[in-house]
């Protein structure tokens, strides 16, 4: 009995940058459970591949749409594909992001304005387009992709903490206006993953050495970490948690 409420059979989950790193992770986890997925990208083309791949390894139904998830019309045409293609959304993770690291006093306005708009009022379009949908069919778990940077901070991450934070503030906000549709809304705060995000610091030996002095666990997490996770939160498990941000960390914010 308690397995099964770990089953997503007959849902639909749309996951932003779902084509690579974590996104595809959890979106591939998501179909694993039964799930019917969406995936999408900037690049033309790379929603697809993934999308394609999901689905010969799941046996799910998948698609792929290019998308700029911070242009508000292009999110609204993407709600309705998904709405026209499967009749239905049931699960939405904002996991689109992106980090630059720069010190406050070469971070120029653009760099800021890019990881703002990527990962604070993306999540926002994107929540706002679904929310209708699942109001009517009074059910819906909104996932956003916070950072355990969203709770701690670091040396050259000022917009990157800034957003992480802001997504935490927003998920608790869609959470208590939601509730009384059904409608579950939590915050994932991943730590240190082994993801091309963060391939640069990886790739510094005194950058990972400092990262590895702070991971309880001694080590970069893997990214199937991740996926049961994400069906936790997708699914009937988490049916009591509402405006929760799950850390991930590998002990990190346990200091």
Sequence with gaps: ???????????????????????????QAL??????????????????????????????RALGLTVDVTDAQQVEAMVQSVIQAFGRIDILVNNAGINIRKPVEEF???????????????PFLCSRAVARHMKEQQYGRVINLSSM??????PERSAYCSSKGGIIQLTKVL????????INVNALC????????????????????LFLNHI??????????LGPVIIFLASGASSFMTGAALVVDGGWTAE
Excluded: C, H
Excluded at 9 to 21: F, S, Y
Excluded at 190 to 209: I, R
């Design 175 to 182: 959470a208590l206006e939601w509730a009384p549709y059904n």
């Design 108 to 122: 120029d306005e653009a760099s800021w304005d890019l990881v703002q708009d990527t990962n604070l009022k993306a």
């Design 149 to 154: 940077l969203g709770l701690v901070a670091l």
């Design 216 to 225: 309880a666990l001694g080590r970069w997490g893997r990214p199937e970490e």
């Design 190 to 209: 991943p730590g240190p993953f082994a993801t091309e995000l963060n391939t640069v610091v990886m790739n510094n030996p005194q950058a990972n050495q």
């Design 31 to 60: 179909a694993e459970a039964g799930a019917d997925v969406v995936v999408t990208s900037r690049q033309i083309g790379k929603a697809q591949e993934s999308a394609a791949a999901i689905a010969e390894a799941t046996g799910r």
């Design 1 to 27: 009995m308690y397995l099964d409420m770990f089953k997503l059979d007959g849902r639909v989950a749309l996951i932003t940058g779902g084509n690579r790193g974590l996104g595809f992770v959890m979106a």
